[in-house]
Nanobody, 126 residues
Framework: QVQLVESGGGLVQAGGSLRLSCAAS????????MAWFRQAPGKEGEAVAQ????????FYADSVTGRFTISNDNAKNTVYLQMNNLKPADTAVYYC???????????????????WGQGTQVTVSS
């Protein structure tokens, strides 16, 4: 059974930083894609960042490019999201899904992600 446990969320002032972590377990993750999505109240979910298993391919939403960095540590089956220069608009629940398939030359659509964690709340105050 796949388990994804997100951590690192919290309350931060605008301009601050947070680092989210997502520990995965329960299967072999070689060749998979991992990502960070976020869901804010009253808004559509957004794919924030995606990363291939080998870390060689990444995609970012325009809204976070230059501020957020996704990375992974395959030895620990963990993916990270470093978030800098946070804005109130970044307030959301952040989820770390995994796709059984790999990440190619285009970002994966949401439905391609098979496993989801419970999420971690990020709140940015103005």
């Amino acid at each position: 059974q796949v388990q994804l446990v997100e951590s690192g969320g919290g309350l931060v002032q605008a301009g601050g930083s947070l680092r989210l972590s997502c520990a995965a377990s329960g299967r072999t993750f070689t060749g998979t894609a991992m990502a960070w999505f976020r869901q804010a109240p009253g808004k559509e979910g957004e794919a924030v960042a995606q990363i291939s298993w080998d870390g060689g391919t990444t995609f970012y939403a325009d809204s976070v490019t230059g501020r957020f960095t996704i990375s992974n540590d395959n030895a620990k089956n963990t993916v990270y999201l470093q978030m800098n220069n946070l804005k109130p608009a970044d307030t959301a629940v952040y989820y770390c899904p995994v796709s059984r398939g790999g990440l190619g030359s285009q970002p994966l659509p949401t439905y391609k992600y098979n496993y989801w964690g419970q999420g971690t709340q990020v709140t940015v105050s103005s």
